[in-house]
């Protein structure tokens, strides 16, 4: 079993900054990649961004530019930087990942709780 817990979330107003932590947890062998997905209310889920095991990453246009992903191996912790927040980035957010369980390499999903972002302009 893995559990993501989301930290970070809040209102700033727009132009401003927040930093999302998810830290992953509980026995699995590694991690293929840590995704950050948002909702915004009446909107379907959508990936905002992804960092694979090898460091790269993807983010969806709306955000390039402006939101950063970074991690902490040692410590299993995936960063999204925002900067220049706009009204529109208001959301929950959640973390994903899909990790590889026991030496087998079997692949599971899991999610986070989410966090919410308010953005106020």
């Known amino acids: 079993q893995v559990q993501l817990v989301e930290s970070g979330g809040g209102l700033v107003q727009a132009g401003g900054s927040l930093r999302l932590s998810c830290v992953a947890s509980?026995?699995?062998?590694?991690?293929?990649?840590i995704s950050w997905y948002r909702q915004a209310p009446g909107k379907q889920r959508e990936l905002v961004a992804l960092i694979h095991r090898d460091g790269s990453t993807t983010y969806t246009d709306s955000v390039k530019g402006r939101f950063t992903n970074s991690r902490d191996n040692a410590k299993n912790t995936v960063y999204l930087h925002m900067n220049s927040l706009r009204d529109d980035d208001t959301a929950v957010y959640y973390c994903?990942?899909?990790?590889?369980?026991?030496?087998?390499?079997?692949?599971?999903?899991?999610w986070g709780q989410g966090t919410q972002v308010t953005v106020s302009s």
């Open positions: 994903y990942t899909n990790v590889a369980m026991g030496l087998s390499g079997t692949p599971r999903n899991y």
């Open positions: 509980g026995t699995f062998f590694s991690i293929n990649y």
